[in-house]
């Protein structure tokens, strides 16, 4: 008989365990699945639940609370031998009552990086997971030909293609520089960032940390016109390299301008001795113009209570 109840500690390796064969397009760090259960902003006991089957674990959820209104579920597993029995239906049904009980109004099941627990939210191969959600009332926020990716470069022998040379030369032709942040740079550049991109409060913050920091895990390239910010990309390295973000200020977009940043990142990191790179969260068709790997694609389902 199924059982559904509150996460326990001692549960926490078969949770990875599900996680990891049944979530195979993830990167799964336990870590990160310890820390939000010892978070008292997140973690909310009535809302991250496990499905038992006979001592098996069937199924894992987790739900927690943005602001006043909206909730977040950016967990749902549940296993091989349970997928096509109501173990899903019932762990998903219970936390949308939790939620509606708490005077909610809308749920969402994506991503959550508040949490700091789950970056990618359900890919859109998580087909099984996915019609999950859609039969209890859930809707698609995205289609398909419209979903972010992950990305994966090989650098390894990687060159700027003569298209993208062809275009930063008549970007340049036209006052346009391109190079890394210096340090002397970092104050106009987030007085860029604050002007420009004030509604991406992650790229903000990282910009903010970056200038008052200086971080030496990573770097920002940058397009300039006349001494003037107009773009930037921005490349991290935690344990492996990957472009963080690109933008563009709007009155200068599709002029190949983030697709120069991009590349020129590429070969900045491989002279820094990277041999790959992720492009994380991009749109889905980036992946032809860097003509990398999809690892992932995002998939963002809402539903109001």
């Known amino acids: 008989m199924i059982s559904i109840r509150p996460v326990h500690g001692s549960d926490v390796p078969n949770v990875i365990e599900l996680w990891r064969s049944t979530r195979p397009h993830d990167y799964v760090d336990p ?63 219970r936390v949308l009552d939790f939620f509606m009980a708490a005077g909610l109004r809308r749920v969402e099941a994506g991503t959550s990086w508040e949490t700091r627990l789950s970056d990618c939210g359900y890919d859109s191969r998580y087909t099984e997971t996915i019609q999950i959600f859609l039969r209890n009332g859930f809707q698609k926020v995205w289609s398909d030909d419209e979903l972010d990716a992950d990305i994966l470069k090989d650098l390894r022998t990687f060159e700027i293609p003569q298209s993208v040379s062809d275009a930063r030369s008549a970007l340049e032709q036209r006052g346009l520089d391109f190079g890394v942040c210096t340090p002397e740079m970092p104050g106009s550049y987030l007085d860029f960032m604050l002007r420009h991109f004030a509604d991406y409060k992650r790229w903000c913050a990282r910009a903010e940390a970056y200038v008052e920091h200086d971080s030496e895990t990573g770097f920002h390239m940058l397009a300039m016109r006349d001494e003037e910010i107009v773009g930037f990309t921005e490349c991290v390295l935690d344990s492996d390299w990957h472009v963080y973000a690109t933008g563009v200020r709007s009155d200068m977009r599709r002029r190949k301008i983030g697709t120069v940043l991009v590349y020129l990142s590429f070969l900045e990191m491989k002279r820094r001795g990277a041999q790959e790179a992720l492009v994380g969260e991009a749109p889905l068709d980036f992946y032809r113009v860097v003509h990398g790997q999809v690892l992932r694609r995002y998939m963002v389902m809402c539903r109001n209570l």
Do not use: Q, W
């Open 31 to 93: 870590t990160k699945l310890e820390r939000f259960l010892n978070s008292s902003s997140f973690f909310l006991p009535e809302a991250t639940l496990v499905a038992v089957d006979d001592g098996e674990l069937a199924g894992f959820i987790v739900g927690t609370v943005r602001g006043k209104e909206e909730g977040r579920i950016p967990l749902l597993m549940v296993s091989r031998r349970h997928v096509n029995s109501p173990v899903g239906d019932g762990l998903l049904r």
